[in-house]
């Protein structure tokens, strides 16, 4: 693969991802924002802590809360590189950091397909394919993992791709490392460790090595983990006295998605998950696999790429790489649909499929070729005729479903620099300091990192369930405002609200509408 081919491919990364930073400057939803405000936090010597309180799984105490007891920190961690590097704490320089990563996607892309069978044609496809990235575009520099995930995952695969027979200590240390810091960016980011020690102990069982050759490589790989997650470790035990945060497992006994914001977290259970009753279990997990599914063909597929993707798997299964590739997709998969069927479908297996997606595109090159190789047996096509013919109306095709996917992305709120809820989130905090203007307690809201980020002011989750609910977690919170939004309500929480001696409404923001919780509550 050409050096000029790679810098190409990077330069057009950065135009095309450098529009999606300038058009779509601002989060717009709970975990961009989180990322961005942590990133902040680290850049200030706060990153132990977060100022707001965005689920109970952890069941905390009081704010400032212990930081990342359900996100991991990876991303924060390389958004404040970028204030470092810009010695500010500008939001805006965290997002310059995930361009610069965002960019390598194309190049990456080319070099994971070079190494499949060193075809020039191929990686070059490959890396305009990354480029032409789908649903994934609007969000490669925004404070989240996709990006990140995407880099880490491409790296793995090159890395088994260009391993021989043997394996050496260092790559085995290398692969470790890489798995470890899939599992600082994202919880699931563990399974790469497991099947790595899976598909290479069992490479190396097919090649005859001795038992303690496997137990040797199991060890490197383990070590090159620990290095990396070492710290995260200690802190856990120093914090929580525990290696993994509190309440996490917490997540396997929703039986709705908004039942995350239970509060207390002692709600969620396996008695409770199973009262739910079997045939709801299982219609669940059915909807689950439907909607995981869809996910793959319209996300990962590009809905057009699909084919070529299973037919370039098929062609490259023997591959350690690709089998590794499978593996994990297939793991995630039954995760996100059996286990974590809610957070699944909400984004977790979107932003976790974002692990694989590089082999994906380097599938799909030799997947076209095979398709071509098919019409020529079945239908006398010209092989050099037909590759003309077709590989331009693909690449056209995915051109204009990008230009579709980032034109609903942009709306009027992103152009000029702020989403509704934002927007009114500061409009919301200055009108409370006009009425108070040493108001310093919390407020309930939909999306607390958001209003922090917004606002600088501190913010709790409204729970999940009714209004006295909600009135428990502010007592223990301490907080003063109730901030209702439109798709946060429900006919019994009007009804409640309007009528409850503990809550007064004081003003409208929009159909935002903001209560005073009474002291004497």
């Known amino acids: 693969m050409k050096l000029l081919y790679l810098i190409g491919l990077y330069l057009a990364g950065l135009v095309t991802f450098g529009i999606a930073l300038v058009v779509l400057p601002a989060p717009d939803y709970m975990d961009a924002d989180y990322y961005l405000v942590m990133s902040r936090q680290i850049f200030l010597g706060k990153g132990g802590f977060e100022p707001f309180i965005w689920n109970y799984l952890g069941s905390p105490t009081g704010l400032p809360a212990p930081a990342f007891t359900y996100w991991m920190p990876l991303s924060a961690l390389v958004g404040s590189l970028g204030m470092y590097a810009a010695r500010s704490e500008e939001l805006i320089n965290a997002r310059f950091v995930f361009l610069f990563i965002a960019a390598a996607i194309p190049p990456l892309t080319a070099c994971l397909s070079y190494e499949l069978n060193h075809k020039p044609r191929h990686a070059l496809v490959a890396g305009i394919l990354g480029l032409l990235s789908g649903f994934y575009l609007p969000y490669f520099t925004v404070t989240d993992s996709f990006s990140l995930y995407m880099l880490l995952g491409g790296l793995i695969f090159i890395i088994l791709l260009r391993q021989k027979k043997d394996y050496s200590f260092k790559s085995l240390i290398i692969l470790g490392s890489l798995t470890g810091l899939m599992h600082m960016a994202r919880a699931d980011g563990f399974l790469w460790l497991i099947i790595l020690v899976g598909v290479i102990g069992w490479s190396l069982y097919k090649q005859g090595s001795q038992p303690k050759q496997i137990v040797l490589a199991a060890l490197l790989l383990g070590t090159g983990y620990i290095l990396v997650c070492l710290p995260w470790y200690w802190r856990n035990l120093a914090v929580f006295g525990s290696l993994f945060p509190p309440g996490n497992s917490a997540a396997l006994w929703l039986t709705k998605y908004d039942e995350i914001f239970s509060y207390p977290a002692s709600l969620l259970s396996f008695d409770t998950w199973i009262e739910s009753g079997l045939q709801e279990i299982l219609r669940v997990r059915a909807w689950a696999l439907t909607q995981n599914l869809q996910s793959v063909i319209a996300v990962q597929g590009s809905i057009i790429l699909i084919p070529f993707i299973f037919l370039g798997l098929w062609h490259y299964r023997k ?57 020529v047996k079945y239908r006398n096509w010209q092989p050099e005729r037909a590759r003309r013919m077709f590989l331009p109306t693909l690449m056209g095709l995915l051109m204009i479903l990008n230009v579709v996917i980032f034109s609903n992305h942009i709306s009027p709120q992103a152009v000029s ?105």
């Open 417 to 521: 620099r702020e989403n509704p809820a934002g927007h009114s989130y500061l409009v919301i905090d200055t009108m409370i300091k006009m009425k108070n203007p040493k108001e310093s307690r919390p407020v309930l809201v939909n999306n607390p990192p958001g209003y922090f980020l917004k606002t600088n002011h501190a913010a709790i989750m409204l729970p999940y369930g009714d209004l006295d609910t909600a009135l428990q977690a502010a007592r223990q919170f301490d907080a003063g405002y109730l901030i209702l939004e439109p798709d946060r309500s429900t006919p019994e929480l009007e009804v409640e609200l309007g009528s409850h001696p503990g809550v007064d409404l004081i003003f409208y923001v929009g159909r935002i509408r903001v209560y005073q919780i009474n002291a004497h509550n």
């Open 319 to 375: 591959k350690l790489a690709v089998q590794a590739g499978i593996l994990y997709w297939l793991c995630l998969f039954g995760v996100m649909s059996l286990l974590l069927p809610f957070p699944g479908v909400r984004g977790s297996f979107f932003h976790s499929g974002s692990g694989v997606q590089l082999l994906l595109w380097a599938m799909v090159p030799a997947g076209f070729d095979e398709a071509l190789s098919l019409g």
